[in-house]
């Protein structure tokens, strides 16, 4: 059964700073790797698909990897802004079915 | 990119009564929904998928007589939470299969409270 992981839990950083966020899968046969922004009582916003193919994904400040042999993937923001404070979640697909095991999210904080 | 429209956003409903909640593709034919649901400080979990005219399938653990799925048209597919009780409190999130068009899309949820 796939089990994903996201470190840390929390972040809090001052605005300005580039920061990582980890997500871990325990079943490297992945058909794609999606990372969502979720915004308090609100839906998902897709932010970068990486296919199993692909190394990484960039999109503004924003970069995503993916190492699938590892089982990882990692979210990398530049020059962190108060608007990027989110609950930002990792969720991979297995086959073609589309059905997403999801991560239990990174809380970011931007301090202004 | 594919668009959905989920509704009610919120809705407190009394412990025994039924809620439906309401998924429209916008601008495309859905022949699969996929309804997910997050408890609090847990991760989204996939509940159930509707497929267009057949029945819909669960997920091991869910009930399949406490959240009936409709899926009748291309653009519409419902879960309508039966005898609600406080433990079914949660955000509800439909999503679309979208056979690769534009990756992932979701609905905006549903937070469901039960009192």
């Known amino acids: 059964k796939q089990e994903v992981t996201q470190i840390p839990a929390a972040l809090s950083v001052p605005e300005g700073e580039n920061l990582v966020l980890n997500c871990s899968f325990t079943?490297?046969?992945?058909?794609?790797l999606q990372w969502f922004r979720q915004d308090p009582g609100k839906g998902l916003t897709s932010l970068l698909l990486?296919?199993?193919?692909?190394r990484e994904q960039t999109s503004g400040r924003l970069n995503a990897s993916l190492d699938k042999s590892s089982g990882r993937s990692t979210l990398y923001i530049a020059a962190s802004q108060p608007g990027d404070s989110a609950t930002y979640l990792c969720?991979?697909?297995?086959?073609?079915?589309?059905?997403?095991?999801f991560g239990k999210g990174t809380k970011l904080t931007v301090n202004p | 990119g594919a668009v959905v429209s989920q509704h009610p956003s919120r809705v407190i409903c009394k412990s025994g009564t039924s809620v439906k909640i309401e998924c429209r593709s916008l601008?495309?034919?859905?022949?699969?929904m996929f309804w997910y649901r997050q408890f609090p400080k847990q991760s989204l979990m996939l509940m159930a998928t509707?497929?267009?005219?057949?029945?819909?399938?669960?997920e091991q653990g869910v009930e399949k007589d406490k959240f009936l799925i409709n899926h009748a048209s291309l653009t519409l597919s419902t879960l309508t939470v039966t005898s609600a009780h406080p433990e079914d409190s949660s955000f509800y999130i439909c999503?679309?299969?979208?056979?690769?068009?534009?990756?992932?899309?979701f609905g905006s949820g549903t937070r469901l409270t039960v009192v």
């Open positions: 999503s679309p299969r979208t056979h690769g068009r534009d990756g992932y899309t």
């Open positions: 509707s497929n267009e005219g057949s029945k819909a399938t669960y």
């Open positions: 969720a991979v697909s297995q086959g073609g079915s589309e059905k997403l095991v």
């Open positions: 990486i296919q199993s193919s692909q």
């Open positions: 079943d490297s046969a992945i058909y794609n």
């Open positions: 601008d495309f034919q859905a022949t699969t």
